[in-house]
């Protein structure tokens, strides 16, 4: 017992560092808007009382003192904009890993420190409105950024919040609610009908169809009885069941499920930004040129003033607005679009990288097929019984039965626009089928097993194995059969076939038995599938492909997914499955359309083409004006002064966000 509580005290703190972890990436959000505003009001009047722009717009505001205001208004905006880049040059020098903010720091104090210099006289220009509109473009450029990252934790709440929190604990004769964190193995629960299943256990007493396709993908509710075992989180169908609690919450199915995920989400977030390996080069590459370019021209003319203005104009220019921007840009304008078209993107890394992808793994249950019954075939067994005749008594009997097979033919008549007749005395009969007397005659629907059990010889019919067959039975004369499967969602084909042809391995797992995964295979062209395979083993099956060196997509709709999609270099929820598969995957399609998935992999390798095109133009524009900014041609008379070198620096960030909305969704077919 001591063991459990302190178990349940680290669960509750998982969940509070979880917490605090999602408010602090919201504060740092709101405090970068903040910052951004601040800066912004500041740097109207930094404009306006900036020489340079004074001399390009032809105007003039001068008063006394007016270089004193700048100054304290620069200090402000470099004090209070600039301290997160400030503290996060802290942080990477620490790590050893300068990247973008150890760029941005160096850029922004270099402006900093030469322009108070020059306030003080030191002779030169300063740049102080360089100073602050870079740093009011990268607060934005970083706000863009973070808001257009979701954090992911609501995933291990998702899990957990399957379970119920309480339960009927039987004592005797009396049941009492208890918390479900109380259950011992042993205890007897009593789970009534429609409830969720508190724990995992065995059915001492009952016969039920539990639902078990959010846990182990199972589309069809699976008939339970005496001795079967049941699992926390499933769905209890139409009957009462008493259960022996088998495992208490940690060794249960779900949080084995929860912890699998968990790891599988630490060990993924390791990838790093381009844009933050491009810094890195930059922030060296500036450093070498800024104190090559100090030295030589001291070396070289003897006048330090000209040498540090050189200086911190490589230092300056060196520092990316456009680079800044690039990224930022492209995510937030592809994530607006995905959403827009039903594709809700919560890790960009993993969707900027759809293009490198090898392999995608599709669950088959509900996602290449509609995880629901459909009728295939109606096949007329005596010749007074037309295939109408048939699907109108079954769907007259079966009105009243909860079964998926009975939504499947109901649907059936409705689209035929068949009106059911009358039923009396409708009885089921667990595990065999149901009874009815149907405008006046004694009429039932068999099982296969049943049909046997009633001594009447099974007709052959059509792909057994594949269909679940029913027969329908009228004053015990076998009138004709039902045939239902789980139908394939109408754009699966396509979507195999477009991934196939942009070279992509297309490959499903299902729990499902290997005639049915077979079947399904052969409809749709795939390049191979793996049957009756457990949710456990799903996780394993895309670590295999993984070592042979193949990125892999999964895409899967329940929880038993869940850790597979988190394994994977890629995890799709389909909408209509769980919330938690959502919450797992880096992305979700809300329309549970498999022809979606074909977009995100055309569009995520878009995304990242423009976003290297952007990098391209953002340094491509350093690599010119850098030697141009250290004076390599100041021989021949071209030499960048501080105020070009500023110009080209914004002409290379307006090129990046015009690119940027180039991208459409149909420019990436």
């Known amino acids: 017992m001591h063991n459990h509580e302190t178990h349940h005290d680290h669960e509750t703190h998982n969940h509070e560092t979880h917490h605090t972890h999602d408010d602090h990436h919201r504060m740092m959000i709101d405090d970068f808007f903040r910052r951004f505003w601040v800066v912004l009001v500041l740097t ?3 404009l306006v009382l900036s020489p340079m722009i004074q001399a390009w717009f032809n105007f003039s505001v001068t008063f006394s003192g007016d270089t004193f205001v700048l100054f304290t208004l620069s200090t402000l905006v470099y004090g209070y904009g600039g301290w997160p880049f400030l503290k996060g040059i802290k942080d990477e020098l620490a790590n050893k890993n300068p990247g973008m903010m150890t760029l941005i720091a160096m850029a922004i104090s270099v402006a900093f420190i030469y322009s108070s210099m020059v306030v003080f006289g030191f002779p030169g220009d300063d740049f102080f409105w360089e100073l602050a509109t870079l740093i009011l473009i990268i607060l934005l450029g970083h ?9 992911a934790s609501k ?22 609610d208890v918390k479900v964190s109380s259950l011992k193995a042993g205890d007897m629960i009593l789970i009534k009908a429609g409830e969720k299943i508190p724990a995992d256990g065995t059915i001492v007493k009952g016969e039920s169809f539990i639902d078990e396709s959010l846990i182990t993908g199972e589309a069809t509710p699976v008939d339970k009885s005496t001795d079967d075992e049941v699992i926390g989180g499933a769905i209890n169908g139409d009957g009462s069941l008493e259960v022996s609690v088998k495992s208490t919450e940690d060794d249960a199915y779900l949080s084995k499920v929860i912890n699998m995920v968990k790891d599988a989400q630490a060990a ?10 491009a810094a ?12 090559i370019t100090l030295f030589t021209w001291s070396l070289i003319s003897g006048d330090a003033t000209f040498a540090i203005a050189r200086m911190a104009t490589v230092m300056v220019i060196a520092c990316p607005h456009a680079l800044g921007l690039a990224t930022p840009l492209v995510t937030a304008r592809s994530t607006a679009l995905s959403a827009q078209n039903g594709l809700l993107i919560r890790n960009k890394t993993a969707f900027e990288n759809a293009g490198t992808l090898d392999t995608i793994i599709f669950d088959k249950t509900g996602t290449l097929t509609q995880g629901r019954f459909g009728v295939d075939f109606i096949k007329p067994l005596h010749e007074d019984y037309q295939e109408n005749d048939i699907l109108k008594i079954a769907a007259t009997l079966e009105k009243n039965s909860e079964h998926p097979i009975a939504r499947g033919i109901l649907n059936m008549a409705e689209t035929h626009s068949l009106e059911t007749g009358t039923l009396d005395d409708f009885k089921t009969v667990k595990g065999r ?5 149907v405008d006046g005659k004694y009429t039932q629907i068999l099982s296969p097993q049943a049909l046997k059990k009633h001594n009447y010889t099974v007709p052959a019919l059509p792909d057994e194995g594949v269909t679940t067959n029913v027969f329908v039975v009228r004053d015990n004369i076998l009138i004709g059969a039902i045939g239902l499967s789980d139908q394939i969602r109408k754009t699966s084909k396509t979507a195999i076939e477009k991934l196939q042809a942009r070279g992509l391995k297309c490959v499903m797992i299902t729990g499902d038995n ?7 295979s052969d409809m749709l062209g795939l390049d191979q ?37 988190a394994q994977a270099d890629m995890g799709i929820a389909v909408g209509s499955g769980t919330d938690v598969a959502a919450e797992t995957a880096d992305i979700i399609l809300v329309n549970s359309d498999p022809l979606d998935v074909e977009t995100i992999v055309r569009f995520g390798a878009a995304t990242n083409s423009k976003m290297v095109q952007n990098l391209i133009w953002a340094t491509a524009y350093n690599i010119v004006a850098i030697p141009l900014a250290a004076g390599v041609l100041y021989g021949v008379g071209i030499l960048i002064s501080p105020a070009i070198g500023a110009v080209f620096m914004s002409l290379s960030t307006v090129i990046v966000a015009i690119n940027a909305n180039l991208l459409t969704l149909a420019s990436t077919s």
């Not at 089928?433 to 007397?437: A, L």
């Open 514 to 520: 290997a005639r049915v995964a077979k079947h399904v």
């Open 44 to 46: 109207v009047p930094i």
């Open 268 to 277: 993924q977030s390791k990838s790093q930004d381009i844009a933050n390996r």
């Open 280 to 291: 890195k080069w930059l922030t060296v590459i500036a450093l070498i040129v800024g104190f």
């Open 143 to 151: 706000y863009i950024e973070m808001k257009s990252v979701l954090s």
């Open 433 to 437: 089928g149901i009874t009815g007397t």
């Open 529 to 565: 599938f793996h049957a009756e395979v457990l949710p456990e083993d799903k996780k394993a099956l895309i670590e295999a492909f993984q070592s042979n060196g193949e990125r892999v997509a999964m895409t899967g709709d329940g929880i038993n997914d869940a850790p597979a999609l």
């Open 155 to 176: 995933a291990l709440d998702e899990l957990a919040a399957l379970m119920p929190d309480e339960a009927h604990l039987m004592e005797g004769k009396s049941v009492r």
